[in-house]
């Protein structure tokens, strides 16, 4: 490639492969010193090195600024969606719920923004999503099912469901349900309530009682769902807030939804540092997100970022940088969400290296346990936590395949075994810290693969019985206050990972007694 050609103003590029498929899109303040980056460094990560091999030619937008250039990247990669370029993900997935485009619709839970149908979230508590669907569900007896049966269900007859699948109930009255349960998703409880109020007076003058009082069901049920959620600021627009920390070449940032007042969601990302990042996560963000009234932010994005994000929404948005007052209150609350979320753990980590003698800061470890009844149905489980938090997206299971009888230590070898390896040959992220739920010979057995996959990975165990620390070397084990944060950490871990086990377990027993069934 003539990197002599290369234009020195702003703009776009993009990488395309043999295929003439573009595979990148990229922006920059200067176009030639950016594009010559990639082949004249040394030091990139797996994924760019992989990017360089595959790059056969490129092409240039040139733009005023680097701001248009970051509207006109946003809008490229979002028609040709490139292998190589990277989606703004929420660094915490929490799941949505999600209403189905069909005949008669059902709400249901849903991990990612995809398919057909209407989204409300993400929900940040399970709980919180769980028992706001359930309200839902009850309170306006819809369906559950995934496919309509010939015969109506368990919840007909508890009546709990209305039943279209037996023409109980009309499409346009099924539908009038439906709507009333999308005021509620989307935080018009107050307003729902008042015309329920109304209905139920003249169903009452009507002598219909027995409508009046399915309707104050629902009123009652909906009162206490607007109990539970009353984190009330008296607000009739909806705001976002923004806010984040950057540190060592990462940008943290937490965004909370606030619908009317209601503090309903917080989401979570991590950002590298480079310029105009924080007008970057505002395009890509926004480019796929509801826009509200009102954004609260640290500091005001250039005018054309302010100009394309009102574009999107069709209307002005304000975007409001407090000084002081509730709203510098708010602002402020998020970046203590920050701290607690991002470096609440640091001190716990810090002191686990220190204790255990780890070379480097154990940002992912991964922790391996055990289970069986009886010596039937025996599994293993991993978890992940990623800077002293756990991270469900890292979790895995495993049905322990060459090992007859009861034996903890082959187990724990296969496990590791069959774990590492795969991340070896697949060029997967490492843990920095590897944990086993067990003593010395449980310690010994994931020692020795390991040393074949990968021997510069620490590898520890913790004893139950005592909370006593084996490490590699050592013939006595390490044995920390219980007020120590480093094993408070690691008992935490453990347990979690006992705990996914023991769920497992349970769940392939009682496959297996249905199976005799």
């Known amino acids: 490639m003539n990197l002599n050609n290369i234009p020195i103003e702003p703009g776009c590029y993009l990488f395309f492969n043999k295929s003439d498929d573009i595979i990148y899109i990229g922006k920059a303040k200067n176009l030639k010193k950016r594009v010559s980056s990639y082949f004249q460094k040394k030091d990139h990560d797996t994924k760019t090195k992989h990017l360089i091999k595959n790059i056969e030619r490129a092409e240039y937008f040139?733009?005023?600024?680097?701001?248009?250039?970051?509207?006109?990247?946003?809008?490229?990669?979002?028609?040709?969606?490139?292998?190589?370029?990277?989606?703004?993900?929420?660094?915490?997935?929490?799941?949505?719920?999600?209403?189905s485009n069909e005949k008669f619709p059902r709400f249901s839970i849903a991990r990612n923004r995809t398919g057909e149908g209407m989204f409300f979230g993400p929900f940040v508590l399970g709980i919180q999503r769980d028992q706001i669907l359930s309200v839902i569900n009850r309170t306006f007896k819809l369906i559950t099912c995934k496919k309509l049966p010939k015969k109506p269900c368990l919840r007909y007859h508890l009546n709990s469901c209305t039943a279209p699948c037996i023409d109980k109930i009309g499409e346009p009255e099924y539908n009038t349900n439906i709507r009333r349960a999308v005021m509620v998703l989307k935080g018009n409880i107050a307003e729902l309530i008042n015309g329920l109020n109304d209905e139920m007076k003249n169903a009452s003058k009507d002598m219909n009682y027995e409508w009046a009082l399915e309707l104050r069901n629902q009123i009652t049920s909906l009162k206490a769902l607007q109990t539970r959620q009353n984190m009330e600021r008296s607000k009739k627009y909806n705001e976002d807030i923004i806010n984040y920390i950057v540190d060592k070449g990462k940008v943290f940032l937490i965004l909370f939804n606030i619908y009317k007042g209601v503090l309903e969601n917080r989401q979570v990302f991590e950002l590298e540092e480079k310029e105009l990042f924080f007008e970057e996560f505002l395009i890509k963000y926004y480019t796929d997100n509801p826009i509200p009234k009102e954004i609260i932010i640290p500091k005001l994005p250039d005018n054309i970022i302010i100009e394309h994000i009102n574009k999107l929404k069709g209307k002005v948005v304000l975007f409001k940088v407090p000084q002081r007052g509730e709203k510098a209150a708010l602002l402020s609350l998020v970046h203590k969400n920050i701290e607690k979320i991002y470096f609440g753990n640091i001190k716990k980590l810090e002191e686990l290296k220190e204790k255990i003698y780890l070379q480097n800061m154990p940002y992912i470890i991964e922790c391996f346990d055990i289970s069986h009844i009886s010596g039937t149905s025996t599994v293993a489980s991993m978890v992940q936590f990623r800077n002293?938090?756990?991270?469900?997206?890292?979790?895995?299971?495993?049905?322990?395949?060459?090992?007859?009888?009861?034996?903890?230590?082959?187990?724990?070898?296969?496990?590791?075994?069959?774990?590492?390896?795969r991340l070896k040959n697949e060029s997967g992220e490492m843990p920095d810290l590897i944990v086993i739920d067990g003593g010395k010979g449980q310690l010994n057995a994931a020692l020795k693969e390991m040393q074949k996959i990968d021997p510069e990975i620490p590898v520890i165990s913790l004893a139950k019985q005592f909370e006593e620390i084996y490490l590699p070397g050592l013939v006595e084990p390490i044995r920390l206050?219980?007020?120590?944060?480093?094993?408070?950490?690691?008992?935490?871990?453990?347990?979690?990972?006992?705990?996914?086990?023991?769920?497992?377990n349970r769940l392939l027993r009682k496959k297996a007694q249905l199976n005799l069934n």
């Open 62 to 99: 040139i733009t005023l600024n680097e701001s248009e250039a970051l509207i006109l990247e946003n809008t490229l990669i979002k028609k040709h969606n490139p292998k190589y370029n990277i989606d703004l993900k929420d660094a915490k997935r929490f799941a949505f719920i999600k209403l």
């Open 388 to 421: 002293g938090s756990a991270y469900k997206n890292g979790y895995r299971k495993f049905k322990i395949k060459t090992v007859e009888n009861v034996d903890d230590f082959k187990s724990i070898a296969e496990v590791v075994r069959r774990r590492y390896t």
């Open 481 to 504: 206050s219980k007020r120590s944060e480093a094993l408070k950490l690691l008992m935490q871990i453990r347990d979690e990972s006992h705990r996914f086990a023991i769920t497992y």
